[in-house]
């Protein structure tokens, strides 16, 4: 069975760092072969949005709203991808989910405290 399995949330205050992981497990495919694959978040009330993606040649893009806090990454050895948060700030407050183009993770949730 095809899964993405987030990890890395928890609870951080502000200005502080996190590191939300994303294992693709339960297929032969390499995520160098996936098309895209992004991380949104949902915060509370709010529709989810995505704020980071990368596509199979390793191009990264990050959405305005985030720029420069956060950054995407990946590990081909590991089938993962990851996003950096630096500075966080309480409105970063939210789940946090990964997708591939068919299939999204559980998510994993980041609170940040003032």
């Known amino acids: 069975q095809v899964q993405l399995v987030e990890s890395g949330g928890g609870l951080v205050q502000a200005g502080g760092s996190l590191r939300l992981s994303c294992v693709l497990s339960?297929?032969?495919?390499?995520?160098?072969?996936?098309?895209?694959m992004a991380w949104y978040r949902q915060r509370p009330g709010m529709q989810r949005e995505l704020v980071a993606s990368?596509?199979?040649?390793?191009?990264?893009t990050v959405e305005d709203s985030v720029k420069g806090r956060y950054s995407i990454s990946r590990d081909i050895d590991k089938n993962a991808i990851y996003l950096q948060i630096n500075n966080a700030k309480p409105e970063d407050t939210a789940m946090y989910y990964c997708?591939?183009?068919?299939?999204w993770g559980r998510g994993t949730q980041v609170t940040v405290s003032s």
């Open positions: 997708k591939a183009p068919t299939v």
């Open positions: 339960g297929t032969p495919v390499k995520i160098f072969s996936v098309n895209l």
């Open positions: 990368i596509n199979n040649g390793g191009r990264a």
